[in-house]
Structures are given as C-alpha cells and as structure tokens.
C-alpha cells in the first residue's frame, strides 16, 4: 500500500507575495549566518596571527641558544678528549658572532702540533664560527670577552651569556662555571641568569 501525503496549502503571506507553494528549507544557511560566521573567523585569524609571531620570535631566541648551548658543550668534551685547550672567543666588533679554536699551533715550536695554550686566531684551527641573529652579550670574570676549555673540561673564566632580543622566551642566557654549563633565562631586574 501507498502512503498518501497530504498537501500543506501554501500560507496566504507567501501567495500574496506570488512565491506560491515555496516553503523555506530548514537545512540551508542564510546571508547572513554566513557573513557571522567570515567575521568570527577573520578575527580568529588575525588574533592567533599575532600570537603566533611572538611564538616565533621566542621559538627563534631559543632555538639560537641551544645551539650556542650545544656548540659549548661540543668544544668542553673535544677538549677532554683531545686533552688539548679549546678557545671560545666573543668578538666586540662582532656582537653576533662567536667562534671556537682547538688549540693546535706552538709559537716556540711550529712544527709541535699540541698547542701553546695561548689563542692565536691565525694559526690555531677554527673548529666552528656562527652567527646569531641577535646580539650576544657576555659579562665574564674581568669583562674579557674570551675563555677557554681545559684538557680536563673546566672553563676559564666564570660569568654569563646572553642573546639580547625584545621578545622573553624561556631560555635566552648561559651561565659558565669551572665545571657546569647551564642555561636560564635572562631576569632584567636582578641583571642575572636564573638557571632552569
């Protein structure tokens, strides 16, 4: 048997308006619903987008950092392992750059390849050379702007390192002493590195 479907007259407001038998569908979306719906998002878009290039500028500072972290720790077991002094120098004239030497050459003895213990940036060999893309500010033992790794591991001169940057990410400073490296984040007000 068929079922027999009974015919909704149309009401007299839409045959007024000569729309006849047309009933609005319950499963559409209006103009308007969708103009709300573009506006939420754009403004959705727009906020993250923001908070998405202050992540990266952190997620930049910080990542700069841990390889600076890595290169040091890299230059301390080579110079145990080797048993020879590593060099990390921090030019002034370049506030972006560090570099770190083996030292390699003997001025007393050229021919003698273990090293004099004294930085010589032509002869010693550079073991590596980077540039960040922010300042590096060290505050070492007698505001020299070099140190050094030992045979045995142990660094030169105590003090900090630090990426300067407008942005306040997580890691952004190194503090160096005798035996441990670590990193921390950068306190303005007490002008230290507060390990992490």
């Given at each position: 048997m068929k079922k027999l479907i009974k015919?909704?007259?149309?009401?007299?407001?839409?045959?007024?308006w000569g729309r006849g038998d047309y009933q609005m569908k319950e499963d559409g979306v209006t103009l308007i619903e969708l103009i709300v719906v573009v506006s939420v998002i754009g403004i959705l878009v727009v906020a993250l987008g923001f908070t998405f290039q202050g992540w990266k500028g952190k997620y930049n500072v910080e990542s700069q950092m841990r390889?600076?972290?890595?290169d040091l720790m890299n230059a301390r077991a080579m110079a145990m392992q080797k048993n020879r002094m590593y060099f990390v120098d921090l030019p002034?004239?370049?506030?972006?750059q560090y570099t770190i030497y083996e030292d390699t050459y003997d001025a007393a003895n050229p021919t003698y390849k273990d090293g004099d213990r004294i930085l010589q940036t032509g002869s010693d060999r550079r073991v590596l050379q980077k540039t960040t893309s922010y300042t590096i500010v060290p505050a070492l033992a007698f505001g020299d702007t070099r140190f050094n790794f030992n045979k045995d591991g142990l660094v030169s001169h105590n003090g900090t390192i630090r990426l300067s940057s407008t942005?306040?990410?997580d890691y952004d400073c190194i503090v160096l002493s005798a035996t441990r490296i670590n990193m921390g984040k950068w306190n303005g007000t007490t002008s230290s590195c507060d390990i992490k």
């Open positions: 015919i909704i007259p149309p009401s007299p407001h839409l045959v007024k390889e600076m972290y890595m002034p004239a370049q506030p972006t942005v306040t990410p």
